[in-house]
């Protein structure tokens, strides 16, 4: 258990909907990431928190956006969904800012667009 | 942009051997860093070794090592004692120094472990 909790497990949604995925880092961790696995586009970065500030962002389409919260929980929050969003949508956290850091990972929410 | 390819989709070892997995990256920088990740079944992305790239040394962690090649930008992941539970994809992944937690992934590479 790497210490970094991700709800829900699972979520199934239509097309057009909006999601909310949630993100508890490790204790004592201020940065966190978030990360989509896909089939054809592999993993890819998509957004970087430190301590509540936007730090990064990587491949992330306008229709996501994220934030976190005060407590360092993040969330991911998904609108417009298209059959194309279903992935692996992982989050990490490390202890500072990132440079060089080992990420720890949750263990994912599987996001099924029908 | 930086890549990083790892030319094996697929590989199987008897329990007990050792096998290496191999990564290739492409960067300009000169201070970066590696890791591999591993992906059993249950989903979950496992940090199994980092390492920096100005560090001569190879990284260890207890069954797994590394080969740091700088020159031929080379970073393979050697597995000693195979064991059934090491199952998983293996993913490595380069880090630049100047990001902040923007790991670049190979593609993977599917370990079997047959007994």
């Known amino acids: 258990d790497s210490g970094v909790t991700q709800t829900p497990k699972h979520l199934i949604t239509a097309t057009g909907q909006r999601v909310t995925l949630r993100c508890s880092p490790r204790?004592?961790?201020?940065?966190v990431y978030w990360y989509q696995q896909s089939l054809d586009q592999g993993l890819q970065f998509l957004i970087h928190?430190?301590?509540?500030?936007?730090?990064a962002k990587g491949n992330i389409l306008e229709r996501f956006s994220a934030q976190q919260f005060p407590d360092l929980h993040s969330e991911l929050n998904l609108s417009s969904l298209e059959l194309g969003d279903s992935a692996l949508y992982f989050c990490?956290?490390?202890?500072?800012?990132?440079?060089?850091?080992?990420?720890?990972f949750g263990s994912g929410t599987q996001l099924s667009v029908l | 942009a930086q890549t990083v390819t790892q030319s094996q989709p697929e590989m199987s070892v008897q329990e007990a051997e050792t096998v290496t997995l191999s990564c290739t990256y492409d960067t300009s920088e000169n201070n970066y860093y590696l890791f591999w990740y591993k992906q059993p079944p249950s989903r979950q992305m496992i940090l199994v070794i980092r390492?920096?790239?100005?560090?001569?040394q190879n990284a260890t962690e207890n069954r797994f090592s590394v080969n740091f090649q700088k020159a031929a930008k080379s970073f393979s992941l050697k597995i000693s004692d195979s064991q059934l539970g090491d199952t998983a994809m293996y993913f490595c992944a380069f880090m630049k120094p100047r990001t902040q937690g923007n790991l670049i992934f190979g593609k993977g590479t599917k370990l079997s472990v047959k007994p």
């Open positions: 204790s004592g961790d201020l940065s």
């Open positions: 990490a956290s490390s202890v500072g800012t990132g440079l060089g850091e080992k990420l720890f």
């Open positions: 928190y430190y301590n509540g500030e936007e730090r």
């Open positions: 390492q920096e790239a100005y560090k001569q």
